[in-house]
């Protein structure tokens, strides 16, 4: 008897393999081929049962996913699509628009009023651009052009982002105190106010 295979043909003492076509499916009116399909069909979905099982375990054991072959919020992105996420992630739109402006000075104002003013900041909260001029005679042109301006900087970057442009005359030599100076003076402040 120790050579012999029980009668269902299986092999003395081992368990029937699971996935495998039986005696049972054998009637259910299988022929050969269709009986090898079936059974590499359930081979194949213990393979992967086995496989994610295992996959599942890497992953815990080293502390979580890994970066693979497909993509996902890992990875590494160009530089102008990260900027872009990290704007938009913490609501920078407005001031990265007006900086923008800043960078394009010169094509929003025209170059001759560029060569004398330039932007100096931006108040956010208070939507006011602060603009440097090099001259009063500057100064008192580009306060004549503000609203004209302020609405051409509105169209390019949404209504209401610049209610006021506050223009700045020309900044005086620091003061310096020294040992001749007249009681009662301001020094360059006389001239510049």
């Known amino acids: 008897m120790s050579g ?15 996935g495998a076509p039986d005696a049972d499916t054998a009637g259910d009116g ?11 069909r359930a081979a194949k979905e213990q393979a992967r049962a ?3 099982a295992t996959q599942q375990k890497k992953q815990a054991r080293r ?11 890992r ?5 102008g699509a990260a900027i872009s996420r990290l704007i938009t992630e913490r609501g920078w739109e407005a001031p990265a628009a007006v900086g923008g402006v800043m960078g394009r000075w010169p094509q929003i ?5 560029a060569q004398h003013c330039e932007p100096a900041k931006y108040d956010e909260e208070e939507c006011v651009l ?26 390019d970057l949404g209504h209401g982002t610049v209610k006021l442009i506050k223009v700045l005359g020309p ?8 040992r001749l100076r007249a009681p009662g003076s301001k020094g360059p402040g006389d001239t510049y106010g």
């Open 130 to 155: 602060t603009v440097q001029c090099d001259s009063t005679a500057w100064a008192t042109q580009l306060r004549l052009l503000a609203p004209t301006l302020v609405a051409r900087l509105n169209s």
């Open 75 to 79: 990875d590494p992105l160009p530089l």
């Open 4 to 18: 012999q295979l029980p009668a269902d043909g299986r092999g003395a003492g081992k368990p029937p393999v699971s």
């Open 109 to 113: 104002v025209g170059d001759d009023v």
């Open 50 to 52: 086995r496989g994610a």
């Open 171 to 178: 900044m005086g030599p620091p003061r310096t105190y020294g």
């Open 63 to 73: 502390g979580g996913l890994r970066s693979g072959a497909r993509a996902d919020g």
């Open 30 to 40: 299988l022929s050969g081929v269709d009986l090898a399909r079936v059974a590499l």
